[in-house]
Each structure stands twice: as structure tokens, then as C-alpha cells.
């Protein structure tokens, strides 16, 4: 028995990396899987996972096509019946520093990852919707993939960065609408050593291979996978960064301080004089990147 058994699940990018590992999981809890991908390592994937006795479907194509999102709905549900569990994971990364980015750079990774993120989640949206005023109750889940660089900025990343933040915002605006019909969504942020990430020296493998192995894929895996389960029913709206063997749950945007005035518009003198009311002595700098450490 597994914790998936009989849920359909499309994972997005399972090519490779994280999203190679999350529907080869997906598939040993039980779930049938969608794999897509841009080329053919959605095949190897798929038959990873038939090989082991599980059942998935690989599709070709790419995210950043508003058509994907329809075509993964419609794969999922011709070929298993139905379909709970989207997990958008699809990614590139075209690294300059703001000032030497071109537009091409910015607008591919806002494509593959922003757009990407909501062409699959707003044909899940319309499936879900349907399926729940049709009085079909099942649980669905959305789980989407931010980064570190999404959460605190990260440099000679503006593109990347600004379409992580975007998928945090995206995904508590998306529960925002489909709580009421099933649906669960939440953001992992991944640490792990995969194609987008091998040049970092520090994500090395282990040189003894007996030692766990902090960077593998693999190990950001089962908190997604668990996070699809009945165990998780609660969890909405949340993000976290996942990686070797930890699990950080994370929120951002805190209010810090206010002031105000008694119905009355501000002037600049008057933002002078509560200066010091709003900031008092705290930091007004840059903030620290301030990333958990294992
Ligand atoms: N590896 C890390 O430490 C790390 C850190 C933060 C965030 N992430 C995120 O995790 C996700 C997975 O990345 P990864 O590290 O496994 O890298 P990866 O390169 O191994 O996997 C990404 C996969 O997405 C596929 N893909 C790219 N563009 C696509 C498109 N337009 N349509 C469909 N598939 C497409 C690629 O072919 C590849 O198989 C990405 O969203 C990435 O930004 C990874």
C-alpha cells in the first residue's frame, strides 16, 4: 500500500534533477505520474518508474506554452482517469548581473518559471473547479517550486529571482481562490546538486561514497511527496526550503513598525518627523541574506 495509491499526478521538468526524483517518489507511493519535459529524458523517467511496476505517461512539451497546461490536464485524465496532484518544478536559469542582462535572458526565465508555474496551475484551477461543483470532493494539491534566491534576492539572478518571488506570491493567491474547491498550495524551495546547480563546488558528492550524500535530488523528495498526502490536508498557503536533511518553514514580509497620522494625507515634513518613529535604530540596509545553514 502506498500513500498515493490511485491519486494521478503531473510533475513538471521530470526530465531531470529534483523533478526526476519527485515523480520517480510520486510513482513508488503510488500515484500515476505525468512526466513532462522538453525533450527525451521524460522517456528515461517513465521507464525508471514502469520498470519498478508503476505507471506513468511521459509528454512532451513546454511550459511556457499556454497549451501545455491543457494538454497535461487532458494526458492525466485520458490515461489514469483523474487527476489530484500537479507539482510545477519545470526551471532554467540565465544568470547575469542586472546590468548586463539582456531581454532575452529575462524573459525566457519569466516564461519557464512564472508563466510556466501559472499555465499549469490555471488549467489544474479550471479542472479542479468543474470536478468540485460536479460534487466530485477529492483532495487536489499544487506544489510549486521558488528558490532561495525568490526569497531573499540573489545576485546576477533579477530574472530568476523576480519569477521565485512571484511564484510565493502566485501560490498564496492561488489558495486564496481554490481552498474552497480541494485544493492545497504550497513552495518548496530545493537545495540539491542537479544540472542547474552541478558547477557549485560546495554541492559536490560526497568523495566516500558511504556518507550521506547532503546534495543529492533525491533527498528534497519525500517532504514534496508528503506534502501531496492526507497528512498534510492542513497545510495551505505555506513555503519552506528543503534540502539534505533538513525542512525549513519559512515566511516572509512581516510588518515591522508603523506610524500614522489622524485623517490626514502625508507631507515630506512629516515623514522627516516620524522618521525615527518608524525605523527607530533597526537596520535600514540592504537586508542579510539570511538562508538557514544545515
Ligand atoms: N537544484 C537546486 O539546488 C535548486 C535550487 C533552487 C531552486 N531549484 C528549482 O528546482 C527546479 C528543478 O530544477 P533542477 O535543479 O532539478 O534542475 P534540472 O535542470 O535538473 O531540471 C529542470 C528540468 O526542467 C526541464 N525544463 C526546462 N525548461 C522547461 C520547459 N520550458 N518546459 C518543460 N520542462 C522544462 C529541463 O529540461 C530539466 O529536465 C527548478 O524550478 C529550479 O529553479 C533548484
Known amino acids: 500500500m502506498g500513500r498515493l495509491d490511485g491519486k494521478v499526478a503531473v510533475v513538471t521538468g521530470a526530465g531531470s534533477g529534483v523533478g526526476k526524483e519527485h515523480a520517480l517518489l510520486l510513482a513508488a507511493e503510488g500515484a500515476n505520474v505525468i512526466v513532462n519535459d522538453l525533450g527525451d529524458s521524460g522517456d528515461e523517467t517513465v521507464t525508471a518508474i514502469t520498470d519498478s511496476g508503476g505507471a506513468a505517461v511521459c ?6 506554452d499556454w497549451a501545455t497546461g491543457e494538454t497535461l490536464v487532458n494526458a492525466a485524465v485520458e490515461n489514469f482517469g483523474d487527476f489530484h496532484i500537479l507539482i510545477n518544478n519545470a526551471g532554467i536559469l540565465r544568470d547575469a548581473m542586472s546590468f548586463s542582462m539582456t531581454e532575452a535572458q529575462f524573459d525566457q526565465v519569466i516564461a519557464v518559471h512564472l508563466k510556466g508555474h501559472f499555465v499549469c496551475a490555471r488549467a489544474a484551477a479550471v479542472f479542479w473547479r468543474e470536478q468540485a461543483k ?19 534576492g540573489g545576485p546576477a539572478q533579477a530574472n530568476y529571482a523576480s519569477a521565485k518571488g512571484g511564484i510565493l506570491a502566485l501560490s498564496i493567491t492561488l489558495g486564496r481562490e481554490l481552498t474552497k474547491y480541494g485544493v492545497t ?32 535530488p533525491a533527498n528534497v523528495s519525500p517532504f514534496v511527496v508528503w506534502l501531496c498526502t492526507d497528512q498534510a490536508k492542513d497545510i495551505n498557503g505555506q513555503a519552506f526550503i528543503v534540502g539534505g536533511s ?45 538562508a538557514p545553514s544545515f
Open 246 to 290: 533538513g525542512i525549513w518553514w519559512m515566511r516572509n514580509w512581516s510588518h515591522q513598525n508603523s506610524v500614522k497620522l489622524e485623517a490626514e494625507k502625508w507631507t515630506l515634513n512629516d515623514i522627516d518627523r516620524h522618521r525615527d518613529l518608524l525605523f527607530g535604530d533597526a537596520e535600514t540596509g540592504v537586508p542579510k541574506f539570511e
Open 185 to 216: 498550495t504550497n513552495v518548496v524551495a530545493p537545495r540539491a546538486r542537479t544540472g542547474l546547480t552541478d558547477y557549485i563546488q560546495s554541492m559536490a558528492a560526497p568523495e566516500d561514497p558511504l556518507d550521506f550524500d547532503v546534495y543529492d
Open 134 to 152: 460536479s460534487g466530485n470532493d477529492a483532495s487536489r494539491r499544487m506544489i510549486h517550486t521558488t528558490s532561495e534566491s525568490g526569497l531573499f
Open 59 to 64: 509528454i512532451k512539451a513546454n511550459v511556457a
